[in-house]
């Protein structure tokens, strides 16, 4: 039967490529052994979903367990009505019972078509009535809030003494963010801050990335299936742009099968990982539009925004990092630090937050190409003067992250270059004050560094040409652009400070220097 890469809902394992759960959570079995309640928090698509149905069947079918994953995302609709929110909640419950077990093995309150309406209840007469221990995940519960998400905490706590006879021997609470991070004021604006209502928890589980490993095991099962090889250069390319992120493995894989060498003879290279790639990221899909939406959160546009700007992190509780990384956002480096998640995020955050000021540039013609479609560099230097004094300071206005308003203008106005078929690549680290940036359009590749002058600083015209030295090295070229934005307070107007000049770096290089 053909097998596809999935990038929508769960996987099935009899039309999907997927990697065995056991293998993401070894620890898993031991804890249900030892009659433990956890929870398990993943950013969205990472496999959670698929990987607790999978082991819930798992389980069942070792004749051990009975074992189901239900959901309480019906429940959010109602996050100051307890009773109607658990009514809903139960309904779900009995449908998804109805669909993942055999009958001898669902509780027979649902025959007799009088089952309990609260969620406590509903578990006590089950486990109490159930042929074998029960075992219960419950997805989406961080979709809960408020006085429902409370309700339904205090009653798992409260049945938990009395497991396994007269309560469930496991539950699993399963979402996006650990337990003391679940909303529970209105509107959803404070947290938990705490595990109680269910510390009983006894561990926290993330489920991680897909290892270089698990991404050639993965490819390796298409190419099995098919004959289309994926090159080990190729394998190796896809996961360093994803880090393992699962649904982004799956999407370039996807892309690449399904649409760029959809003939299986093709041989899969880098060059198609990275088309794939660009085709995700000027496309942004589901995931990556859901992104969008994290970035406009206070806690973490204070960590993301300075992270941008190559600035210091500053006094940020532990708690937002925690959040970040947990949300799959960011990870941690070699060395305990923090940083994007992976190369594509690096790319679709900027752009992302550029969108608004990016769609405002639809009147800027493209003067920088020569008649025969090639990139002028220097036509390009004069059409960035003429918009960045015709349209900087309004523009900053439109940029939801303000700190970081010039860089976001500088690349909207990029974008726009690279849209006829080039591309941009961004570095920036916590901590080095700069954004460096990478424009390939045809073979002209320029190298550029943005720096921001702030009050009280000296001019940073001296450290940053050491530091253009070091990229435009590592680029193997010559020349490049050395953009600073003065942010000091009473300065003249944009269009009147705007000014170019040649400067010399200590390795040699011919540096435009421009200053906004």
């Given at each position: 039967?053909t097998?596809?890469?999935?990038?929508?809902?769960?996987?099935?394992?009899d039309?999907?490529?997927?990697?065995?759960?056991?293998?993401?959570?070894?620890?898993?079995?031991?804890?249900?052994?030892?009659?433990?309640?956890?929870?398990?928090?993943?950013?969205?698509?990472?496999?959670?979903?698929?990987?607790?149905?999978?082991?819930?069947?798992?389980?069942?079918?070792?004749?051990?367990?009975?074992?189901?994953?239900?959901?309480?995302?019906?429940?959010?609709?109602?996050?100051?009505?307890?009773?109607?929110?658990?009514?809903?909640?139960?309904d779900?419950?009995?449908?998804?019972?109805d669909?993942?077990?055999?009958?001898?093995?669902?509780?027979?309150?649902l025959?007799?078509?009088?089952?309990?309406?609260?969620?406590?209840?509903?578990?006590?007469?089950?486990?109490?009535?159930?042929?074998?221990?029960?075992?219960?995940?419950?997805?989406?519960?961080?979709?809960?809030?408020?006085?429902?998400?409370?309700?339904?905490?205090?009653?798992?706590?409260?049945?938990?003494?009395r497991?396994?006879?007269?309560?469930?021997?496991?539950?699993?609470l399963?979402g996006?963010?650990?337990?003391?991070?679940?909303?529970?004021?209105?509107?959803?604006?404070?947290?938990?801050?705490?595990?109680?209502?269910?510390?009983?928890?006894?561990?926290?589980?993330t489920?991680?990335?897909?290892?270089?490993?698990?991404?050639?095991?993965?490819?390796?099962?298409?190419?099995?299936?098919?004959?289309?090889?994926?090159?080990?250069?190729?394998?190796?390319?896809?996961?360093?742009?994803?880090?393992?992120?699962?649904?982004?493995?799956?999407?370039?894989?996807?892309?690449?099968?399904?649409?760029?060498?959809?003939?299986?003879?093709?041989?899969?290279?880098?060059?198609?990982?990275?088309?794939?790639?660009?085709?995700l990221?000027?496309?942004?899909?589901?995931?990556?539009?859901?992104?969008?939406?994290?970035?406009?959160?206070?806690?973490?546009?204070?960590?993301?925004?300075?992270?941008?700007?190559?600035?210091?992190?500053?006094?940020?509780p532990?708690?937002?990092?925690?959040?970040?990384?947990?949300?799959?956002?960011?990870?941690?480096?070699?060395?305990?630090?923090?940083?994007?998640?992976?190369?594509?995020?690096?790319?679709?955050?900027?752009?992302?937050?550029?969108?608004?000021?990016?769609?405002s540039?639809?009147?800027?013609?493209?003067?920088?190409?020569t008649?025969?479609?090639k990139?002028?560099?220097?036509?390009?230097?004069?059409?960035?003067?003429?918009?960045?004094?015709?349209?900087?300071?309004?523009?900053?206005?439109?940029?939801p992250?303000?700190?970081?308003?010039?860089?976001?203008?500088?690349?909207?106005?990029?974008?726009?270059?690279?849209?006829?078929?080039?591309?941009?690549?961004?570095?920036?680290?916590?901590?080095?004050?700069?954004?460096?940036?990478?424009?390939?359009?045809?073979?002209?590749?320029?190298?550029?560094?943005?720096?921001?002058?702030?009050?009280?600083?000296?001019?940073?015209?001296?450290?940053?040409?050491?530091?253009?030295?070091?990229?435009?090295?590592?680029?193997?070229?010559?020349t490049?652009?050395?953009?600073?934005?003065?942010?000091?307070?009473?300065?003249?107007?944009?269009?009147?400070?705007?000014?170019t000049?040649i400067?010399?770096?200590?390795?040699?290089?011919?540096?435009?220097?421009?200053?906004?």
């Amino acid at each position: 039967m053909t097998k596809w890469f999935n990038t929508a809902g769960p996987c099935k394992p009899d039309i999907h490529y997927t990697l065995p759960t056991t293998e993401r959570l070894p620890e898993l079995k031991r804890l249900i052994d030892q009659q433990n309640y956890f929870v398990i928090h993943a950013p969205r698509q990472t496999g959670k979903t698929t990987a607790m149905l999978t082991l819930a069947q798992e389980l069942t079918a070792s004749g051990k367990y009975t074992a189901v994953m239900v959901s309480a995302e019906v429940g959010s609709a109602f996050p100051d009505q307890p009773e109607v929110a658990e009514r809903r909640i139960l309904d779900a419950w009995q449908d998804a019972i109805d669909c993942w077990l055999p009958t001898e093995l669902q509780p027979p309150f649902l025959t007799n078509g009088n089952p309990p309406q609260r969620i406590g209840s509903f578990l006590k007469s089950w486990a109490e009535t159930s042929q074998r221990p029960l075992v219960v995940f419950i997805d989406e519960i961080d979709s809960l809030q408020n006085q429902t998400l409370i309700t339904v905490l205090r009653q798992l706590r409260d049945g938990f003494p009395r497991r396994p006879q007269s309560f469930p021997q496991c539950v699993a609470l399963i979402g996006m963010r650990d337990v003391r991070d679940y909303k529970v004021a209105a509107g959803g604006s404070d947290r938990l801050n705490t595990s109680s209502p269910f510390n009983i928890k006894v561990e926290s589980i993330t489920l991680s990335n897909f290892t270089l490993k698990d991404v050639t095991t993965l490819y390796k099962q298409h190419t099995q299936a098919t004959g289309q090889i994926f090159t080990p250069e190729a394998i190796n390319h896809a996961y360093y742009l994803t880090q393992g992120q699962p649904w982004l493995v799956n999407a370039i894989a996807r892309q690449v099968t399904e649409y760029l060498a959809e003939d299986v003879n093709i041989p899969i290279t880098v060059d198609l990982i990275n088309q794939a790639k660009d085709i995700l990221i000027q496309r942004q899909d589901t995931h990556l539009d859901s992104l969008a939406e994290r970035l406009r959160e206070d806690r973490v546009k204070a960590i993301i925004q300075p992270m941008l700007a190559g600035e210091d992190l500053g006094n940020v509780p532990d708690d937002d990092l925690r959040y970040v990384l947990d949300l799959g956002l960011c990870k941690r480096d070699r060395g305990g630090g923090i940083e994007i998640a992976n190369p594509i995020y690096k790319e679709v955050f900027p752009k992302t937050l550029a969108n608004v000021t990016i769609a405002s540039l639809t009147s800027v013609q493209p003067t920088w190409l020569t008649p025969t479609g090639k990139l002028d560099a220097v036509a390009l230097l004069n059409s960035f003067l003429d918009f960045w004094r015709q349209h900087g300071e309004p523009l900053f206005k439109s940029t939801p992250y303000p700190e970081i308003a010039p860089h976001l203008v500088l690349m909207a106005f990029l974008h726009r270059v690279v849209n006829g078929g080039g591309s941009l690549e961004r570095e920036y680290a916590i901590g080095s004050g700069r954004m460096d940036i990478c424009l390939r359009y045809g073979d002209v590749v320029l190298g550029m560094e943005l720096k921001v002058w702030k009050q009280g600083k000296p001019d940073p015209l001296p450290k940053a040409l050491v530091q253009l030295d070091k990229y435009l090295s590592g680029l193997n070229l010559d020349t490049g652009w050395l953009v600073i934005f003065d942010r000091r307070p009473d300065l003249p107007p944009i269009s009147d400070r705007t000014t170019t000049e040649i400067a010399m770096s200590p390795q040699g290089r011919n540096i435009t220097v421009i200053r906004g």
